[in-house]
Nanobody
Framework: QVQLVESGGGLVQAGGSLRLSCAAS????????MGWFRQAPGKERDFVAA????????YYAASIQGRFTISRDNAKNTVYLQMNSLEPDDTAVYYC?????????????????WGQGTQVTVSS
């Protein structure tokens, strides 16, 4: 069992930055690939970024490539999403999730555990 708690969301102007954190409980954090997804009102939950269990392989959606960076600290059971050059279209609830298979990381159904989400609002 893994419990995930996101933090770091908020209101920011376009062009600004935010850093999301996701703290995981349990001693098996290092065995999971971790992903970030987002969901805007009236839209489906979309893949944003993921990172392999080792932390060596990141994956990014094309829409955020070059602006967002995912990282993890297995000693702290935490995964991060650094978001720079934020745009109004980045406004959404951001969720972190854990994937025990360490593959198919862009597919939400492959994730077994989800956090409660944190709101990110980017004003123009």
């Amino acid at each position: 069992q893994v419990q995930l708690v996101e933090s770091g969301g908020g209101l920011v102007q376009a062009g600004g930055s935010l850093r999301l954190s996701c703290a995981a409980s349990g001693r098996t954090f290092r065995n999971y690939a971790m992903g970030w997804f987002r969901q805007a009102p009236g839209k489906e939950r979309d893949f944003v970024a993921a990172i392999s269990s080792s932390g060596l392989v990141p994956y990014y959606a094309a829409s955020i490539q070059g602006r967002f960076t995912i990282s993890r600290d297995n000693a702290k059971n935490t995964v991060y999403l650094q978001m720079n050059s934020l745009e109004p279209d980045d406004t959404a609830v951001y969720y972190c999730a854990a994937n025990s298979a360490d593959r198919d990381v862009i597919t939400p159904v492959k994730y077994s555990y989800w956090g409660q989400g944190t709101q990110v609002t980017v004003s123009s």
